[in-house]
């Protein structure tokens, strides 16, 4: 890190609990003390796996995973013609949000009653 | 723009970091001042400023002053961070997205914005976003296990199981040397694959992989559970007895076991064979629970058919003299499921007479050898006495009876007096119920299970005051805001929703709500607790402990104690709103409603004042005690309730919407519940969304189309379509006419009416519900009461169903108000209601 950076939030529910046990510490003693205690029971995260691993299979395998991922998660979106009159219908009448709507309308080929009668049936 | 600051300077500027995250305040807020007052137009600082008088409690400053850090300098990464980490405290989490992936634009090497960015997006369940963060994470430092695991729960939880399953292996594969056999990390990571093979539903190959980790992994139990599911889901039915017969062996209580065994053996029809497997670890473990208990499920008596035996009379019999003469208090709670069968519950009922006279013969009425012990003819006694409290077998005399024959001879027993005070409450006599209860915990001021039994009654009975003392007995004290305080820091869920109901009788809707809304909040505040685990878990390796966690928060409101809760806040929300509509409509009831609203106010004002005598005295108190921790409890920033009497929330002028608030959650997660789906047509028929209301109608009537609330409902439905279809947009009512279909529109109401009443003439729900659609229908107002104080008559009227009647001639101002409240107390004097 170039420069030094704000930490997480200190309330309870950000953070993790090992920033915590440090961010109670008062001096620089105290922390290293803290770092050492809350490293005690994490099994060596950087050093200790590191010796383990082929750094070059990693980087290989890295590659492998490359792209996957996101060429999994595209999704399959219809064009459908959707009347922006019929988005605010099922917006006002089914407490959706907008996006919400436009999804149900698109999934009903933009038939708005289609469109709701699926919806209260469910 | 990079505003660069002298040495002297930089050094202050860490120095505030420090002081931040050592959370001391003052010192860096001083810091930050002096390199201010050289630079006052430095962005990071100002940030930083923000982000400390943040966490003082100056929220809307913070967001100024961050703001204006953004503005002088719109290029640095430490604003967009801060001002992302000022939206994260005000739980904003789609701006805070926004605002670090801004800020990682500016600064893409950063981890720290990185890591941010990732555990909001996984909770908020982006899941698309936390696999493109974890992905990048990973190739920031890919020698780090976590990392591998943290993107295949990504994708696991995204669905993508195939995915997930490649990363695991792909990092295996890369190791040089096999991990330790104690590396903890690598045994659940192990498990967490297999896993996920398994949810592929690839039970072969999840059964090898299996076999090939079983010698090394460390959760010996989960190795072989996960052995026997997948062996019998293969149809290996002789390898899967044997392993779930190893797993008997290790832990015989276990009932599942049990059942997948006699499963997989295929014995489920053969009573008798069945018995035969409990039996044998019966045998083999003669202190054992389950082996003796779980075969009263399936055993049956058959004398009535043939001349087979009874079967179940014996192991009954067998079973309950040996908890009898032990003396297990729970034996009635163990065997109470079993009184859904009819017969289970006679023999049960005659088996425990049985028992108690055998005992009265041999022990000639002499009192038991040692004092207070529960066994033998107390035990008898006991178990009768619930035997006949039990709403399936009830009869409040016997029960009593029983009861007081038990307490005859132990009269210092907490038991029995529980137990007689939870037949007051059967009786619908709440006072009495509370003495008892209260009588009980007094023999024994140590225990805590009493103290809450007790409180639970007082509350029952309306005495608020009463029953946050006896809670106080139990609770830390010393915080200013006394046991309530305490009581919502513990997320003490019942009291505050027993506290709320009892405040709805005593007509205090203020605190009511105010209750509801704190349990509201701690359902908001268990699903914010996970936030640290998205961390926390990976870096503790327990994956899959994790991954049920992150379920299980996906569906946490479907918790019936969210329901409870948000069905009492939103009848108030419905009544309030019909109070306003009533209000500013007809005038002959401002009168009455002038008066209301000054005595609450009148009441409002001496609860205010009370309570700040009762915080003055609170804080006194606590100086005393201890003169710097009071200080310090003071000094807590933001702590204050502005609001604890509730005013404004009862004051509050969109009833509707708030009751919307609380109704999403129980329609999305327990549609399945009718009073759900019933509070939801009531809600939505006032917001006059009709398709809303509609959907709530039908699914209420998939559930039960004769519940008698939902009839009244379909009535009022069709008069409101029948009056407002003109208005509707045309599109919205071909729906509502394709889809409520079980009254159209020329259908006559009044006899649609009187035919279910018809039908239903004996139930005393149905005949209430159908008198009040009479009434709506305009039917003569005299004739309705007199209809429905006839309800009493009825067959099967209960105190319950009378306590109805009597809050609806209440409402409605009607003259049979009186005459009924005395027919009602002379048919069940014990009930507190008409007293």
Redesign the interface.
């Known amino acids: 890190?170039?420069?030094?950076?704000?930490?997480?939030?200190?309330?309870?529910?950000?953070?993790?609990?090992?920033d915590e046990v440090?961010?109670?510490?008062?001096s620089a003693e105290d922390r290293k003390a803290a770092a050492a205690m809350a490293s005690l029971?994490?099994?060596g995260?950087?050093a200790g796996?590191?010796n383990?691993?082929?750094?070059e299979?990693?980087?290989?395998?890295?590659k492998?995973?490359g792209g996957?991922?996101?060429a999994?998660?595209a999704k399959d979106v219809k064009k459908v013609k959707v009347d922006p009159a019929?988005v605010a219908?099922l917006v006002d009448?089914?407490?959706l949000s907008k996006q919400k709507a436009t999804e149900l309308l698109k999934a009903h080929d933009g038939d708005?009653?289609r469109a709701?009668?699926a919806?209260?049936?469910? | 723009m990079p505003q660069p600051l002298s040495s002297k300077e930089n050094s202050l500027f860490r120095q505030v970091i420090r002081n931040y995250e050592d959370k001391q305040y003052k010192r860096g807020l001083k810091a930050a001042e002096q390199i201010l007052k050289k630079n006052p137009k430095h962005g990071d600082t100002m940030a930083m400023k923000a982000l400390i008088i943040n966490q003082q409690g100056k929220t809307e400053e913070a967001f100024a002053l961050g703001k204006e850090a953004l503005t002088a300098d719109m290029k640095s990464h430490i604003c967009w961070h801060v001002y992302g980490l000022l939206y994260r405290h005000q739980k904003n989490f789609e701006e805070a997205i926004k605002a670090y992936k801004f800020a990682l634009k500016l600064e893409p090497e950063s981890h720290q914005i990185q890591r941010d960015l990732a555990f909001l997006q996984i909770q908020m369940r982006d899941y698309q976003g936390y696999i493109q963060s974890r992905t990048a994470m990973l190739q920031a430092r890919p020698q780090l296990r976590q990392n591998w695991t943290a993107l295949a729960v990504a994708h696991h939880l995204a669905g993508n199981l195939s995915q997930a399953e490649k990363v695991l292996t792909t990092y295996e594969d890369s190791l040089k040397v096999p991990p330790s056999k104690t590396d903890y990390e690598n045994s659940e990571a192990v498990m967490y694959k297999n896993t996920i093979i398994a949810e592929m539903q690839d039970y072969q190959r999840a059964l090898d992989h299996l076999e090939s980790i079983a010698k090394t992994n460390l959760d010996r139990l989960a190795v072989l559970e996960l052995r026997a599911d997948y062996l019998s889901k293969l149809g290996k039915k002789e390898e899967a007895a044997d392993a779930y017969r190893a797993l008997l062996d290790r832990n015989p209580e276990h009932p599942e076991y049990y059942t997948k065994l006699v499963e997989v053996l295929g014995i489920g029809a053969d009573g008798a064979a069945q018995k035969a497997i409990y039996d044998e670890y019966a045998e083999k473990n003669p202190r054992c629970d389950a082996a003796k208990r779980l075969p009263l499920d399936f055993l049956v008596d058959r004398e009535l058919i043939t001349n087979l035996g009874d079967d179940f009379r014996e192991a009954a019999r067998g079973y309950l003299t040996l908890m009898l003469d032990k003396g297990v208090p729970s034996t009635f709670a163990n065997l109470k499921h079993l009184y859904a069968d009819q017969s289970k519950r006679d023999t049960l009922g005659s088996l425990a007479h049985e028992y108690l006279e055998s005992k009265k013969a041999s022990s000639d009425g002499s009192a038991p050898a040692d004092g207070d012990s529960l066994n033998g003819e107390p035990a008898a006694l006991y178990y009768l006495a619930q035997h006949y409290n039990y709403h399936l077998s009830r009869d409040l005399a016997k029960a009593m009876e029983y009861v007081d024959k038990g307490i005859e001879l132990l009269p210092k027993n907490v038991e029995f007096h529980m137990t007689k005070a939870r037949i007051w409450k059967h009786y619908g006599n709440t006072r009495k119920a509370s003495e008892t209860m209260d009588e009980a915990r007094k023999l024994d001021l140590k225990d805590r299970y009493i103290n809450t039994k007790a409180a639970k009654y007082q509350l029952r009975n309306d005495e608020n005051e009463t029953a946050l003392k006896t809670m106080g007995l139990f609770t830390r004290n010393d915080s200013p805001g006394g046991p309530l305080n305490d009581l919502l820091d513990m997320q003490s869920v019942w009291y505050l929703t027993e506290d709320g109901e009892a405040w709805v009788r005593n007509g205090n809707i203020g605190l009511a709500l105010k209750r509801f809304h704190a349990v509201y909040n701690i359902f908001d505040v268990w699903q914010e607790d996970q936030f640290d685990f998205h961390s926390f878990s990976l870096r503790k390796g327990q994956i899959r402990a994790y991954v049920d966690m992150i379920r299980w928060e996906d569906r946490l409101r479907e918790h019936p104690f969210y329901t409870r809760a948000a069905l009492g806040a939103i009848a108030i929300y419905v009544s309030i709103y019909d109070r306003s509509q009533a209000t500013n409509g007809v005038n002959g009831s401002e009168d009455a409603n002038g008066d209301e609203a000054a005595e609450r106010k009148k009441a409002a004002k001496k609860a205010k004042k009370e309570a700040q005598k009762a915080e003055r005295e609170a804080a006194e108190r606590a100086a005393k005690q201890d003169p710097n921790k009071s200080k310090g409890a003071a000094a807590e920033p933001g702590k204050k309730d502005d609001d604890p009497l509730g005013f404004k929330l009862a004051a509050t002028t969109e009833p509707l919407a708030e009751a919307t608030k609380f109704l999403a959650p129980i329609l999305q997660f327990s549609p399945k519940y009718i009073d759900g789906q019933i509070a939801g047509f009531e809600v939505f028929i006032r917001r006059e969304k009709y398709l809303l209301a509609l959907r709530c109608l039908n699914a209420a009537l998939a559930l039960d189309a004769d519940h008698p609330t939902v009839h009244e409902q379909v009535v009022r439905f069709r008069q409101a379509l029948n009056s407002k279809v003109e208005s509707l947009p045309p599109k919205v009512a071909e729906v509502l006419k394709s889809k409520f279909t079980i009254v159209d529109d020329t259908t006559d109401l009044k006899k649609f009416n009187a035919s279910f009443q018809e039908k239903h003439k004996d139930s005393p729900p149905h005949v209430i519900s159908t008198v009040k659609t009479e009434r709506l229908l305009g039917a003569d107002k005299t004739k309705t009461e007199k209809d429905l104080a006839g309800v009493l008559s009825l067959k099967d009227a209960s105190y319950e169903h009378a306590e109805e009647v009597l809050a609806i001639l209440r409402q409605w101002r009607s003259g049979e108000t009186d005459t009924f409240k005395a027919a009602a107390h002379e048919k069940w004097p014990e009930v507190t209601a008409f007293a």
Request: no cysteine.
């Open positions: 890190m170039a420069e030094p950076q704000p930490k997480n939030l200190q309330e309870g529910a950000s953070g993790d609990v090992e440090q961010n109670t510490a008062k029971d994490t099994r995260d950087d796996s590191s383990a691993v082929d750094q299979a990693v980087s290989k395998a890295m492998s995973l996957g991922p996101s999994g998660a019929d219908l009448e089914l407490d708005a009653v709701m009668e919806f209260i049936a469910t």
